[in-house]
């Protein structure tokens, strides 16, 4: 990663063991960080989730990780930028031996049809032309079963795929590896680059899903996403297409 080492030059890694939010944490100092400038936690007490539901992270149970990037091109260039921080996370895995892990439009990772990690990308204004963003994930490695009754959905585990788990300060490593790299090409090249991967890793590539966007709910076969990120659904009156947001994706 010659280009990295260049690029981020052993960008600062922030380390705890209990934190609010390792989002928030880089959100309240953008202007003292550098892309690729991390945060670690063993757990937080106040995680945050997509479309404003918290993120159930017990001590030492998941990857707590985010990071910073500034985006030189502003906020309009961030469309598309979390599905290309998914498949940056599904490489990741795979390179280090995890296979069969998938994604769900517009950010989770799947493994057998259950959530295995979530991505929330979150901006904070903007500096000059370019603007700040700090890009979370929670990647569970093994939960313990109590906590089953706060969490509001089918989780998986990375010791599902592999009960051996590998060490976990080799994963954070691979995983910031791959997260600088993955942005850097993004800053470079927008999406594109990326859109061939993620419908490769897609989980509901041609199935019948549920779109739910607030009270409305539109059903069609998932087709994949197109440059722009966005969801392509083959529906009754054609193929429509569908831009992230609050939108969510169910089985049909
Ligand atoms: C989702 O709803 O699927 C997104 C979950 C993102 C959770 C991660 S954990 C690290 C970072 N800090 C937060 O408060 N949230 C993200």
């Not at 490593?173 to 993004?186: D, N, P, S």
């Not at 549920?210 to 193929?239: F, K, N, P, S, Y």
Request: hydrophobic share 40%; aromatic share 6%; net charge neutral.
């Amino acid at each position: 990663h010659a280009t990295l080492q260049a690029l981020a030059p052993m960008a600062p890694v922030h380390c705890f063991p209990v934190i609010g939010s390792t989002n928030q944490h880089l959100l309240d100092r953008v202007n003292e960080l550098r892309s690729g400038e991390s945060c670690l936690a063993e757990c937080q007490t106040a995680g945050r989730g997509r479309r404003g539901k918290p993120w159930i992270s017990p001590f030492g149970c998941q990857l707590i990780l985010s990071m910073y990037w500034r985006l030189e091109q502003g906020m309009a260039a961030a469309m598309g930028l979390s599905l290309a921080v998914g498949v940056a996370v599904v490489e990741a895995l795979e390179s280090l031996g995890y296979q069969g892990v998938e994604l769900k439009w517009p950010n989770d990772l799947y493994y057998q049809g259950r959530k295995l990690a979530g991505i929330l990308v979150e901006m904070s204004g903007s500096a000059g032309a370019s603007c700040h963003l700090v890009i979370g994930i929670g990647l569970n490695l093994a939960m313990p079963a109590r906590e089953g009754e706060k969490i509001d959905q089918a989780w998986a585990e990375l010791r599902h795929i592999n009960p051996e788990l590998v060490d976990r300060n080799q994963l954070a490593a691979r995983m910031i590896v791959h997260l600088q790299q993955a942005l850097h090409t993004f800053e470079q090249q927008g999406l594109a680059s990326f859109v061939d991967d993620w419908n490769r890793l897609d989980h509901f590539a041609g199935r019948p899903v549920r779109l739910l966007m607030g009270d409305q709910e539109i059903r069609g076969i998932a087709r994949g996403i197109d440059d722009r990120g966005a969801l392509r659904l083959e529906t009754g009156e054609g193929v429509k297409f569908y831009l992230g947001g609050e939108l969510s994706l169910r089985r049909g």
